[in-house]
């Protein structure tokens, strides 16, 4: 689950990490009333959506005073920003934060993620804050510091303070940054984030070490443990609505911008189909788990799902009975053909437990459908079907 930049900073405030002073804007009579909060003067007016790359999408600007400030929130507010992790369709502004404007002296890079290679959390620092660390880590990954942390102990102090060496912080500046970075951490353990970065951090004019920027990602399989909490972070107008309305149904579902819509049990085989429908010449429209059961109920909800997206011009069924059985399976296909309205062409593959005797009522079911035998069969004749 994503979070915008001003909760993020109030996560981090509450942990003692610095931050610059800043308020949430939610309606555009809100602005004059912050700036005076904030002492007037220079100010910066971020957009609020759940992307990276605002600056360079104009959704962040620099502004000095009342008026201006009151202008150039009024042409972020509502705008329809595209960054590079927006997507050509862009997101638009419905949140702003007014922020007091900030002596930079120098700007660094820091993030903490999960290394799945080495199973524990590691942190990745460097000099050219304000950079996408993809594009260091491509360019100059001589310049990327990693350090990582042993699940059960956490960061140590010392492996802190080599990263403020590392950085070249010195002084004051070093026990400031050590203190941000381990500060930073236990938000990391204790809210269950899957990613923590701040890009830029900074080290000001009058030596103050803190966070200028913030994006903090929280890993929804801990959900349990902060029910109570993150309701009252997400913001719904973020996220695509059939993910949503998937997300009532147990279904795992991610939009994607392709014309094959995909309902599949297990997220391994369903990335395995979307990268074999891009083999056989056509783009996968979504990735979709219906999860281990695939009864009539949850895959009638699985092409309502994807038949909601009006880019789809074919669906592909593919699933594993393993603990299910196929011929189980292939019955609760039918049912839910019969409750929802498919209109384009539709191909079936299941393999598994009784997978033949499955083909045979599929067959039999009078239903317009393809079966097909095999996972490139299926692929073939799904494109084939729309093409």
Same mark, same amino acid.
């Given at each position: 689950?994503?979070? !915008?930049e001003y909760?993020?900073?109030?996560?981090?405030?509450?942990?003692?990490? +610095?931050v610059?002073?800043g308020?949430p804007?939610?309606?555009?009579?809100?602005?004059?009333?912050? %700036?005076?909060?904030?002492?007037?003067?220079?100010?910066?007016?971020?957009?609020?959506?759940h992307a990276?790359?605002?600056g360079?999408?104009?959704g962040?600007?620099?502004?000095?005073? /009342?008026?201006?400030a009151?202008?150039?929130?009024?042409?972020?507010?509502?705008?329809q920003?595209?960054? !590079?992790?927006?997507?050509?369709?862009?997101?638009?502004?419905?949140?702003?934060?007014?922020?007091?404007?900030?002596?930079?002296?120098?700007?660094?890079?820091?993030?903490? =993620?999960?290394?799945?290679?080495?199973?524990?959390?590691?942190?990745?620092?460097?000099?050219?804050? @304000?950079?996408?660390?993809?594009?260091v880590?491509?360019e100059?990954?001589?310049?990327i510091?990693?350090? #990582?942390?042993?699940?059960?102990? @956490?960061?140590?102090?010392?492996?802190?303070?080599?990263?403020?060496?590392?950085?070249?912080?010195?002084?004051?500046? =070093?026990r400031?940054?050590s203190? /941000?970075?381990?500060?930073?951490?236990?938000?990391?353990?204790?809210?269950?984030?899957?990613?923590? $970065?701040?890009?830029?951090?900074?080290?000001?004019g009058?030596?103050? %070490? /803190?966070?200028?920027?913030?994006?903090?990602?929280?890993?929804?399989?801990?959900?349990?443990? !902060?029910?109570?909490?993150?309701?009252?972070?997400?913001?719904?107008?973020?996220?695509?609505?059939?993910?949503?309305?998937?997300?009532?149904?147990?279904?795992?579902?991610?939009?994607?911008?392709?014309?094959?819509?995909?309902?599949?049990?297990?997220?391994g085989?369903?990335?395995?189909?979307?990268?074999?429908?891009? +083999?056989?010449?056509?783009?996968?429209?979504?990735? +979709?788990?219906?999860?281990?059961?695939?009864?009539?109920?949850?895959?009638?909800?699985?092409? *309502?799902?994807?038949l909601?997206?009006?880019?789809?011009?074919?669906?592909?069924v593919?699933?594993?009975?393993?603990?299910? *059985?196929?011929?189980?399976?292939?019955?609760?296909?039918?049912?839910?053909?019969?409750?929802?309205?498919?209109?384009?062409?539709? =191909? =079936?593959?299941?393999?598994?437990?009784?997978?033949? $005797?499955?083909?045979?009522?599929?067959?039999?079911?009078?239903?317009?459908?393809?079966?097909?035998r095999?996972?490139?069969?299926?692929?073939?004749?799904?494109?084939?079907? #729309?093409?």
């Open positions: 689950m994503k979070i !915008h909760q993020a900073k109030a996560l981090l405030k509450e942990a003692g990490v +610095l610059p002073n308020v804007i939610f309606d555009l009579d809100q602005v004059e009333a912050a %700036v005076n909060e904030l002492g007037g003067g220079t100010v910066v007016v971020k957009a609020q959506i990276g790359g605002r360079k999408g104009g962040v600007k620099v502004v000095n005073g /009342l008026d201006e009151k202008k150039v929130a009024g042409e972020i507010f509502g705008m920003l595209v960054t !590079h992790q927006t997507g050509a369709e862009g997101k638009k502004v419905q949140r702003l934060l007014i922020e007091e404007g900030m002596d930079i002296k120098k700007e660094y890079y820091f993030g903490i =993620v999960v290394d799945r290679a080495s199973e524990c959390p590691v942190i990745m620092a460097s000099t050219e804050g @304000g950079m996408e660390i993809e594009k880590a491509e100059t990954p001589e310049k510091i990693k350090e #990582f942390i042993d699940p059960a102990l @956490g960061l140590r102090p010392f492996q802190a303070t080599k990263i403020a060496y590392g950085l070249g912080f010195e002084g004051k500046a =070093v400031q940054a203190a /941000l970075f381990m500060n930073l951490y236990k938000v990391f353990e204790t809210r269950d984030c899957s990613m923590a $970065e701040i890009n830029p951090l900074i080290e000001t009058d030596g103050r %070490v /803190l966070a200028l920027d913030a994006k903090v990602d929280f890993d929804d399989n801990a959900f349990y443990r !902060h029910k109570n909490i993150w309701p009252e972070l997400r913001d719904l107008d973020e996220e695509d609505p059939l993910e949503i309305e998937a997300s009532k149904f147990g279904l795992n579902y991610i939009k994607l911008d392709g014309e094959v819509g995909c309902m599949v049990n297990g997220a085989l369903a990335m395995a189909t979307m990268d074999i429908i891009k +083999l056989s010449g056509a783009e996968p429209a979504n990735f +979709l788990d219906v999860g281990g059961s695939a009864n009539a109920e949850s895959v009638a909800n699985a092409f *309502r799902i994807i909601s997206d009006p880019n789809v011009k074919a669906v592909l593919n699933i594993f009975g393993g603990i299910v *059985r196929c011929d189980r399976i292939a019955n609760g296909i039918i049912e839910a053909t019969k409750m929802v309205d498919i209109k384009v062409p539709l =191909v =079936v593959r299941l393999e598994g437990t009784n997978a033949e $005797e499955a083909s045979k009522i599929l067959e039999e079911s009078g239903i317009e459908m393809t079966v097909a095999g996972l490139s069969d299926a692929a073939k004749k799904v494109v084939a079907a #729309f093409k």
